[in-house]
């Protein structure tokens, strides 16, 4: 995939990657992402997939908030819609301290 990235927060694709990406929203990505983990099943029935799925984008979501609010744990959990307390378990919960 070829990304150019401009003045420090424009990013600009490829034409022949612009085709590939028609849907740019999260959920757009989130489906592109399963349909190739689908793919690459091979007939294999997959075990525990909502697990997976929330481990993969709650991870990084949590870590991105908390790096924009500068470890303020109060903060973030607002911004993430939970309490303070949900959040100081799910950060436990996934080694995050």
Same mark, same amino acid.
Do not use: C, W
């Given at each position: 995939?070829?990304?150019?990235?401009?003045? !420090?927060? $424009?990013?600009?694709?490829?034409?022949?990657?612009?085709?590939? +990406?028609?849907? #740019?929203?999260? @959920? /757009?990505?989130?489906?592109?992402?399963?349909?190739?983990?689908?793919?690459?099943?091979?007939?294999?029935?997959?075990?525990?997939?909502? !697990?997976? $799925?929330?481990?993969?984008?709650?991870?990084?979501?949590?870590? +991105?908030?908390? #790096?924009?609010? @500068? /470890?303020?744990?109060?903060?973030?959990?607002?911004?993430?819609?939970?309490?303070?307390?949900?959040?100081?378990?799910?950060?436990?919960?996934?080694?995050?301290?």
């Amino acid at each position: 995939m070829a990304v150019t990235v401009q003045n !420090r927060d $424009v990013i600009s694709l490829a034409p022949e990657t612009r085709s590939v +990406i028609k849907d #740019q929203s999260l @959920r /757009g990505y989130v489906r592109q992402a399963l349909q190739q983990y689908f793919a690459q099943l091979d007939g294999q029935e997959p075990a525990d997939l909502h !697990r997976l $799925v929330m481990r993969e984008v709650e991870v990084p979501l949590i870590k +991105i908030v908390l #790096q924009y609010t @500068r /470890g303020n744990q109060s903060r973030a959990a607002k911004i993430l819609g939970i309490s303070r307390g949900t959040l100081r378990k799910k950060m436990a919960m996934y080694e995050l301290d």
